[in-house]
């Protein structure tokens, strides 16, 4: 199944915060994509990338499990794989 939602807000290089709730929870992790810490220059760095590519954008995600409460997906913007 998958849903499209908008991107409220990129917590780290790997989680983002949506608008609105999938699967009870607005944290999505993105399946396959392993962020740096954020008190390192790289997680850092990954941050401000994933912020430029999906912040307040619509993302079309595929779930495919769950981690600390968030839903870990697959998640695609503009038809490509968000990495």
Known sequence: M???RTVKRV???DTFQT???IQGTDRVRIAGVY??????ARGRLQR????RQIQGKIV???PVGR???RVVA???HNRRLVR
């Open 35 to 40: 962020g740096a810490e954020l008190n390192t």
């Open 60 to 62: 079309t995600l595929r």
């Open 19 to 21: 608008y609105r709730k």
């Open 67 to 69: 981690s600390y409460d």
């Open 11 to 13: 917590l780290d290089g």
């Open 74 to 76: 697959k998640v695609r």
């Open 48 to 51: 401000d990338q994933m912020k």
């Open 2 to 4: 998958t849903t499209r």
